[in-house]
């Protein structure tokens, strides 16, 4: 499989890559702002069959017709599009400014959503793209405070995996969105400092693998909770 992983520079997004490259048989293309740690990550797995592509989200409407020739360069065929890629700020509603409730859109909404737009024409039947949103984006769970924009933007990506999965479907090509929880990252310690979450980025990243590879043969359009406990 061809398979594109948006923001495996660090956390579950790393141990995704690392994951799937595993399968010799599949041929990773990972992304992220740090291409120090992509470059690291390219070095730790040893089938050769990772390289690396520095993407910056919040920059990518400029840079879009640059990041495409990129990955058609690379790839004819997409089989997977893993939208993984996040950035959190903890602040309240009233004093978050204009430009980190607009960065925190661009990196987990509006640069997924331009990504797709680039990768869907080399998508053919059986194609998955696979959004990853969190459960502070899912209606009727939880919510904490400071993390009103976050939650939005992520519920956007829930959203609009929903609505891609109707336009799409007369393609082929299947759309979910996993709504993860609590998972031991950095941005996790960030929004909720002391608690311990069940799960650490490598059992998550297992999780994700299997379901971008099989999932779009049992779910399309479906938002699907992956959590433990809350938070």
């Known amino acids: 499989m061809n398979i594109i992983i948006n923001g495996a520079s660090r956390g579950i997004g790393r141990e995704v890559a690392i994951y799937l490259s595993n399968d010799k048989d599949n041929q990773i293309l ?20 990772l390289t690396i592509m ?36 903890v602040k309240d ?7 980190e409730e607009r960065l925190m859109m661009d990196i987990n909404y509006f640069g997924p959503a331009c990504l797709i737009r680039a990768v869907v024409p080399i998508m053919s039947a059986g194609a998955h793209v696979v959004n990853i949103s969190s459960m502070g984006g899912f209606q009727g769970s939880s919510k904490y405070r400071g993390l009103s924009v976050y939650s939005a933007s992520k519920a956007a990506l829930a959203c609009l995996s929903e609505c891609l999965a109707v336009e799409l479907a007369e393609n082929g090509i299947s759309v979910n969105c996993l709504a993860l929880g609590s ?49």
Do not use: H, W
């Not at 990518?60 to 058609?72: A, G, H, P, V």
């Open 30 to 49: 990972a992304t992220g702002r740090n291409e120090e740690a992509l470059k690291i990550l390219e070095a730790e797995c040893s089938n050769e069959n």
């Open 54 to 89: 520095k993407m910056d989200l919040s920059k990518l409407d400029r840079e879009i017709e640059i990041i495409k020739d990129q990955i058609y360069n690379r790839f004819s065929r997409v089989d997977v599009l893993i939208n993984i890629a996040g950035d959190l700020i």
């Open 183 to 231: 998972v031991q990252t950095e941005m996790f310690e960030n929004a909720f400092p002391g608690f311990k979450a069940p799960l650490n980025p490598a059992e998550m990243a297992e999780f994700i693998s299997y379901f971008a590879v099989k999932g779009n043969k049992y779910f399309n359009g479906k938002v699907l909770p992956v959590a433990v406990n809350n938070p």
């Open 93 to 99: 509603f009233m004093k978050i400014t204009r430009d």
